[in-house]
């Protein structure tokens, strides 16, 4: 499944985009084949065949418990972004916690949840 899932975001980055919505809700399973869903929030990073403008005041589109670190600090929108979220979302299916990864867990839903998803995040990368 993993392998599938960096196929198929790998395609997507030869198009000249980011998802950048990847989770285990916009994962579809259809017999043996993998789909993934909801490209709401996917950016083109080649406009006129030229790379994104890097930018460090990018507004976090993607979803918190899937964001990279670069993306909680603001960085452009990148392959590697989305790279990273597959990772979150294959350990989060694999630990079995999809509602609530494990990196995530002790995060207060209130105002600075962005900066607490960023420590937290951190941390747990820390500690391996």
């Known amino acids: 499944m993993a392998l599938n899932l960096f196929d198929i ?4 980055h030869l198009k000249g985009y980011t998802h950048g919505g990847i989770k285990p809700r916009n994962l579809r399973f259809d017999g043996n084949s993998l789909h993934l869903i909801d490209f709401l929030k996917s950016k083109e990073i080649m406009p006129q065949g030229q790379p994104m403008e890097y930018s460090k005041d990018y507004e976090l589109q993607c979803d918190l418990e899937y964001a990279s670190l ?45 900066n607490r998803a960023r420590y ?5 990368i820390e500690k391996g």
């Open 70 to 114: 670069w993306a909680h600090n603001g960085d452009t929108p990148h392959c590697r972004d989305d790279l990273v979220a597959v990772g979150f979302t294959v350990l989060s299916i694999i630990t079995d916690v999809i509602g609530d990864p494990l990196w995530f867990r002790d995060v207060i839903h209130d105002g600075n949840q962005v």
């Open 9 to 12: 975001v790998h395609a997507i």
């Open 120 to 124: 937290f995040k951190e941390n747990f």
